[in-house]
C-alpha cells in the first residue's frame, strides 16, 4: 500500500470539545447537529445529524478507537454511515458498521482499509507511539464484515424531517461528494478546504475539478455555511474562491510554487484570495 494511502497523519492538537470518552470528543455545531474529533490524528473532522427516524455519520476517521459505540452516545436511532470519499482518514473506521455508502468511483479505492492488516500498519505509522486506553478501542477488529454501497449525485438519505443530498465534486479524489443538508443549509465538503490537494496519484485534473465545482451552482441558495473534514467552518466565499483559483491556473497566469507537503507528496500550488490548490502540474486539463 502505498505511503500515501497509508499515512494521513498526525498533528496532535486538538480543538476545545465537550462530550468525550477520552479518545473522541463531540461538540454540538447546529441543531441535532455534532462534530466528532478522533484524538491523536490530523484535525479531522466527522459529522452526526440526526432526524426524527434516523441519524447519519459523515466520515469514520483512522478509526482507531471504538467510534460505532461513542456515536451511540451522541444518538441512538439507526445509523447511516456516508464517506466523503476512499482516504483512510474518512474510512478507516468503516470496518465497525454493517453498511457504509460511499461513491462507486472510490469504493474499490476504499475496500483496503477493511483488511485488518491494512489497518495494522496504518496504526503503527499514523499513532506513532500514541496508545489507545484498552476502554476506547474497538472490541473486535479482526474481521470487517461492512458491505460498502455506492452513493450517487443527488441521492437523497431521508432522516425523517431533514433531508440530506448527496451532491458529486470529483476533484479531490475521483469519488469525492458533498453533503447538502437542506433544512439547516449546511454543506459538508470533505476535503475540499482552504488549502485542498489535488496532487494525489488519483486526484484529477484542474479543469475537471473546475467543472465539479460548478455543477454546485445548481444549489445556489440551498446552502451558507461549509462543514469541512479538516478545519473550521467557513463561509461559502471558499467555493468562488476555489473555482477563481481554478482559472487562475488554466489560463496559464498561476504562478506554479513548489508544495511540499507533511505526508511527503508533493506538487506545485496556486493561491486565490482565501485558498491554495496544490496540484500535479501534470494534471491540468
Request: aromatic residues 10%.
Amino acid at each position: 500500500m502505498k505511503k500515501i494511502l497509508i499515512v494521513l497523519a498526525l498533528g496532535l492538537s486538538t480543538a476545545s470539545f465537550g462530550q468525550t470518552n477520552g479518545w473522541y470528543t463531540a461538540k454540538s455545531i447546529g441543531e441535532k447537529t455534532w462534530v466528532i474529533n478522533e484524538k491523536g490524528v490530523v484535525d479531522d473532522n466527522m459529522y452526526v445529524l440526526e432526524g426524527s427516524d434516523s441519524t447519519l455519520l459523515i466520515d469514520c476517521g483512522f478509526g482507531f478507537g471504538n467510534l460505532r459505540d461513542f456515536v451511540k452516545t451522541i444518538s441512538s436511532k439507526p445509523l447511516i454511515v456516508v464517506n466523503t470519499h476512499f482516504h483512510p482518514d474518512h474510512t478507516g473506521g468503516n470496518y465497525q458498521f454493517p453498511k457504509v455508502y460511499i461513491s462507486r468511483s472510490d469504493l474499490d479505492l476504499a475496500t483496503p482499509f477493511l483488511n485488518p492488516d491494512v489497518r495494522k500498519q496504518l496504526a503503527g505509522m499514523a499513532l506513532n507511539g500514541i496508545q489507545i486506553p484498552d476502554s476506547v478501542k474497538y472490541p473486535d477488529t479482526s474481521l470487517a464484515n461492512t458491505v460498502l454501497q455506492p452513493v450517487y449525485d443527488k441521492q437523497i438519505f431521508k432522516l425523517g424531517g431533514r433531508d440530506i443530498t448527496i451532491i458529486a465534486v470529483p476533484g479531490h479524489s475521483p469519488g469525492s461528494i458533498f453533503l447538502l443538508d437542506n433544512k439547516n443549509k449546511f454543506l459538508f465538503t470533505g476535503d475540499n478546504t482552504q488549502t485542498t490537494w489535488l496532487f494525489f496519484k488519483e486526484s484529477l485534473p484542474i479543469a475537471t475539478y473546475l467543472k465539479s465545482l460548478e455543477h454546485l451552482d445548481a444549489f445556489n441558495g440551498q446552502f451558507n455555511i461549509l462543514f469541512a473534514g479538516h478545519g473550521p467552518a467557513t463561509g461559502i466565499g471558499l467555493l468562488s474562491d476555489l473555482k477563481g483559483c481554478c482559472q487562475k491556473i488554466l489560463s496559464g497566469n498561476s504562478e506554479a510554487k513548489p508544495y511540499h507537503s507533511f505526508i511527503g507528496q508533493d506538487g506545485v500550488s496556486c493561491t486565490y484570495n482565501t485558498v491554495t490548490i496544490a496540484y500535479d502540474p501534470n494534471k491540468i486539463k
